[in-house]
């Protein structure tokens, strides 16, 4: 099993992210390279990464199972503002050449907001973008991350998800992870994970599925709000997502944790001993507020 949290990169960058994951215990971890709210990023530092792939060796963390997250501001979904539009290109372009740099090979990204623009137009503006942005020579993969369907969202639905990947020309460049949180709000009840997956399959193929966020929700099924709970303490409960994270079909795929902290402190150490050991801990948050 790989099973990681989202981490920090800080000053130290990736050596800053490796080491917060190792000490939760995890064999994967996601790192934004920056804060996510914003698009303010230094230039990657070699020193700083070679110290980060050695302790990931030593710690038996694959670079397969690292994943980095674009920050939500960006939206390829809207090109009402041109410069916004070639912004957010630009700046996925740059986190690409970041990610190479660093060894790492996925990228998820929101897909974006409609905002006041109609479905339709919003998905071709995505298309589009894609296509700007991606080349033959890159040597990661963009995942299309599973959305709420919070506000004007798109990646709601898997109909959208395969229009897009559609219309993406470089094919190999492009993949999904899944959010289970947002697939409970956007209608999918993950009780039933295992229909869902064979419709992926049947019109995205699984094979697609590189990262898969593991968050419980606070809202029920199809409430479209996008407000993540730690695992067991939502509405979809530790046994149905226990169910995703040992799903047989996406065994060699990484589990990222983005549950919230509790009063400060960070779950994930507790998390995913829990989760190792297939057990609900109903003492998980006292056990975080007090060690
Ligand atoms: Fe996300
Ligand atoms: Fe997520
Ligand atoms: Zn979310």
């Not at 963009?142 to 969202?153: D, N, P, R, S, V």
């Amino acid at each position: 099993m790989y099973i990681g949290s989202h981490v920090s990169f800080n000053k130290e960058q990736l050596l800053a992210s490796v080491k917060e994951a190792v000490g939760y215990n995890a064999n994967a971890f996601m790192f934004y390279t920056g804060a996510p709210q914003n698009t303010l990023r230094s230039p990657i530092n070699d020193e700083l990464t070679n110290k980060a792939l050695n302790m990931m060796k030593e710690n038996n963390i694959l670079i397969d199972n690292v994943i980095c997250h674009a920050p939500y501001i960006i939206n390829l979904a809207n090109n009402t503002d041109e410069d916004k539009y070639k912004f957010s290109q630009e700046f996925l372009k740059n986190e690409i050449k970041r990610c190479e740099k660093l060894g790492v090979k996925y990228i998820v990204l929101h897909p974006g907001s409609a905002t006041k623009l109609d479905k339709l137009t919003a998905i071709n503006n995505i298309i589009n973008a894609l296509n700007n942005i991606l080349e033959e020579s890159d040597k990661i993969m963009i995942l299309l991350e599973t959305m709420a369907g919070k506000g004007t969202e798109i990646g709601a639905n898997m109909d959208e998800i395969a229009t897009i990947i559609n219309g993406v020309v470089l094919k190999d460049k492009i993949g999904v992870c899944l959010d289970t949180c947002h697939l409970n709000d956007s209608g999918v009840d993950i009780n039933n994970f295992d229909s869902y997956l064979n419709i992926f399959d049947k019109y995205i193929g699984i094979d697609k599925i590189k990262c898969v966020h593991v968050n419980d929700s606070k809202n029920e099924l199809g409430a479209h709000k996008d407000r993540h709970e730690n695992i067991g303490f939502g509405t979809i409960g530790f046994n149905a997502l226990l169910n995703v994270i040992c799903n047989e079909k996406l065994k060699d795929v990484p589990k990222i944790l983005e549950t919230p902290y509790i009063e400060e402190h960070a779950p994930y150490k507790y998390e995913i001993d829990m989760i190792r050991k297939k057990e609900f801990n109903s003492n998980l948050k006292e056990d975080v507020i007090n060690n």
